[in-house]
Nanobody, 115 residues
Framework: QVQLVESGGGLVQAGGSLSLSCSAS????????MAWYRQVPGKQRALVAL???????MFADHVKGRFTLSRDSAKNTLSLQMNSLKPEDTAVYYC?????????WGQGTQVTVSS
């Protein structure tokens, strides 16, 4: 199982930006896919953005054009740059990784966007 540690959450005003980082215990060049999910109270965890081992990226419709995903193999980190944030982006954001069929999760980081 991959150990994942998120950082970078916080409070920001609407229209602002935040960058989340996910540090992995394994070489991310071995991880089949990594992704960011988010969850608000009372709702299921939802996919925000995903990157496959071959570099293919996928974004949820509601973040396309605002969020970008990058991977740093030297640091074994996955970053999510969030721009033009909206109050509805408020959630706990989780990093995930799938390696050899095992799905691992980080502990989550809170992002709060004030109006």
């Amino acid at each position: 199982q991959v150990q994942l540690v998120e950082s970078g959450g916080g409070l920001v005003q609407a229209g602002g930006s935040l960058s989340l980082s996910c540090s992995a215990s394994e070489s991310i060049d071995r991880i089949n896919s990594m992704a960011w999910y988010r969850q608000v109270p009372g709702k299921q965890r939802a996919l925000v953005a995903l990157i496959s081992l071959d570099g293919t990226k996928m974004f949820a419709d509601h973040v396309k054009g605002r969020f970008t995903l990058s991977r740093d193999s030297a640091k074994n980190t996955l970053s999510l740059q969030m721009n033009s944030l909206k109050p509805e982006d408020t959630a706990v954001y989780y990093c995930s990784a799938i390696l050899n069929g095992i799905h691992s999760w980080g502990q989550g980081t809170q992002v709060t966007v004030s109006s």
